[in-house]
């Protein structure tokens, strides 16, 4: 499934608010769901993960509108729905060309790709923040070094000495992390073929 542009800014604000009224929760809960949402369509041996999460965001932001007035509960149900959706789309369209049995084996991942992916996302973790640049690399180690009450002090800091503002240093942060996730996933379909092969 070919990738569309990137979400308009003023979509992904109100798709922000949506999921929390709070910027940083909803920021987290943003990149949460982008790194569930490409694990389940590779799960399901969908040829393009990331480019199926993008189709469910763009699908979930045309809907928020009407989702605003309407949906009641955890909006992460509905973008699961939506995935769900875009699965069965997928597997109508590879059906005439794909065997039966990949088609029924697809549903449930291999347990040992699965036990090894924690040591492997380890590793690609390594290599991706080496292909950063030194200043990015330095952001993105030093907004996540601290937790609860002294992560909010530290970020703040992190603005100021940025000359932006907390709201564009996070900006910034889930851009380099969203880049930083999707070398990630590369990296360990890379390795996962590899030890197919070896």
């Known amino acids: 499934m070919p990738q ?49 999460s993008d189709e469910t965001f763009d699908r979930v932001a045309s809907k928020l509108p009407k989702l605003k007035e309407t949906f009641e509960g955890d909006p992460k149900l509905f973008f699961y729905g939506v995935a769900n959706n875009l699965i069965k789309e997928y ?19 291999p347990q040992e790709v699965e036990e090894e992916r924690p040591d492997l996302r380890e590793e690609c973790l390594s290599i991706c923040l080496g292909k950063l640049t030194a200043e990015k690399r330095q ?20 603005a100021r000495e940025l ?21 990630i996933e590369h990296c360990l379909d890379e390795m996962e073929v590899k030890g197919e092969t070896d």
């Open 4 to 52: 569309k542009p990137d979400t308009p800014r003023e979509s992904l604000d109100d798709l922000l608010t949506w999921l929390d009224p709070n910027r940083e929760v909803a920021i987290s809960i943003y990149m949460d769901l982008r790194f569930v949402l490409s694990r389940i369509f590779s799960w399901n041996r969908c040829a393009d993960p990331q480019g199926m």
């Open 91 to 109: 597997r109508k369209k590879v059906k005439s060309f794909s065997p039966v049995e990949f088609i029924e084996r697809s549903v449930h991942p």
């Open 139 to 158: 952001l993105i180690l030093s907004y996540y070094s601290k937790e609860k009450q002294a992560k909010i002090v530290h970020r703040a800091k992190m």
């Open 163 to 183: 000359g932006v503002s907390p709201e564009a240093l996070r900006v910034r942060m889930l851009r380099i992390r969203a880049a930083l996730e999707e070398c």
